[in-house]
């Protein structure tokens, strides 16, 4: 191959690999999120009683929490992107 095609190739892999981290770290936030707001909107802290009735808040939290991540997530990229242009 020549130089040139292998020089293509580097940079590819190289941008294949920034991506998907970048898709694991918005994965984790999300997760991460949904998990906490779910758990909050099941048992708010200031509940007396820590016992849960029902599953459906759990579930409504983990929507909430991971569009929430989802967003989070979005803005990190957004200004890391915008960081690394202005370099």
């Given amino acids: 191959?020549?130089?040139i095609c292998y020089q293509f190739r580097d940079e590819s892999l190289l941008q294949i690999r920034n991506n998907s981290t970048v898709a694991v770290g918005?994965?984790?936030l999300s997760v991460l999120t949904g998990t906490?707001?779910?758990?909050?909107?099941?048992?708010?802290p200031t509940q007396e009683k820590q016992e849960i009735m029902s599953i459906q808040p759990i579930l409504i939290?983990?929507?909430?929490?991971?569009i929430i991540?989802?967003?989070?997530a979005l803005i990190l990229i957004w200004k890391s992107n915008k960081n690394?242009?202005?370099v």
Avoid: K, Q
């Fill in 1 to 3: 191959m020549l130089p």
């Fill in 26 to 28: 918005i994965n984790f």
């Fill in 36 to 44: 906490v707001v779910g758990t909050w909107v099941a048992v708010p």
């Fill in 61 to 66: 939290g983990v929507g909430i929490g991971e």
């Fill in 69 to 72: 991540g989802l967003i989070l």
């Fill in 84 to 86: 690394e242009s202005s």
